[in-house]
């Protein structure tokens, strides 16, 4: 059985994140071939892996473990897949919608 890509010489969550994002830039690339973006692909599983492990050994304080255990969206209507800071809604419905649904509303009052 082939062992992954070693990625025991990440020790920061920061480093991984930052080598991901030179995995994107890598397979945007035009000129990276399959064969290349798909041993970045492994490279990129590996590391998810260790991204998992260091948040698994992280110490977080009450604060920091009271905020993780919050839904994600909770009190907030942006989610952090949204692209180039564009807001997401979590609740189906976008701010048109519910300025129209406010409108009706303080209408019938």
Request: glycine residues 10%; charged residues 35%; aromatic residues 4%.
């Amino acid at each position: 059985m082939a062992k992954g890509p070693d990625t025991s010489g990440y020790e920061r969550f920061s480093d991984v994140t930052q080598r991901l994002d030179e995995i994107i830039g890598a397979v945007r690339d035009k000129n990276t071939s399959l064969e290349r973006s798909l041993d970045l692909f492994d490279e990129a599983i590996a590391l998810g892996t260790r991204a998992v492990d260091l948040v698994d050994k992280a110490a977080f304080s009450s604060e920091e473990r009271e905020r993780l255990a919050e839904p994600v969206g909770e009190g907030d209507d942006s989610s952090p897949f949204a692209e180039d800071g564009d807001a997401v809604s979590t609740n189906g419905s976008d701010a048109a919608e519910q300025g129209d649904s406010s409108t009706v509303a303080s209408e019938g009052k």
